[in-house]
């Protein structure tokens, strides 16, 4: 490993470029994996995760001179690039800064396939997708002192979620909104798509 750093550290200062090395998580979660004499050389440590929703989340976990903390939000957009000599087209993915309500319009319910949601009701698909939106926007760490949900979820409680599909027009506030958003609730837990707990809400 001290070989390995040294080696860093010669492209670094050869070509005047930021060196990124990619590490894997261990078993936790909470650190990389190898010796600490990695973490003990970088300037700066960001941790990358992808939930089941497909947002991808940017942490800075350790910043020499910088603060920490911070995230970065993103989410991957499918595009075309053309056709190949079969006519068949040629698929692949751009990066986008989340904007949970600009990424809620341009995304059809449904058009992401995840396990199943092409099963779910078009009320409970809006619903998560909507969770998705509402999470991105005001989601927080989980408390640490619960071990009923995941570490690292990123949660809002359950009238966050409510008052945020009252207002995009999911839920009928002259209906029986409270009966609607149990519905939609029970339809995303039963299918193993979000966890509840005290008034909390996850993606599963």
Partial sequence: MAAYIRAADVIRETFKCTVAIIHHCGVAGDRPRGH??????????????????????????WLKDGEEGAEIVSWLKPIELGADSYGDPIKSCVVVADDPVARLMATPAGQIVRPGVAKLKPKATLGLDHLRACIAEAGRE?????????????????????????????????????EQFKRIREELQNAKLIGVWEGLVWLA
């Fill in 36 to 61: 600490t004499s990695l973490t003990g050389a970088v300037d700066a440590q960001l941790a990358v995760r992808r939930d089941n929703a497909g947002i991808i989340t940017v942490k800075v976990e």
């Fill in 142 to 178: 989980a408390p640490v002192s619960t071990t009923h949900i995941p570490a690292g979820a990123r949660v809002v409680t359950l009238d966050e979620w409510g008052e945020w599909l009252g207002k995009a027009g999911v839920i009928n506030v002259e209906g029986n909104p409270r």
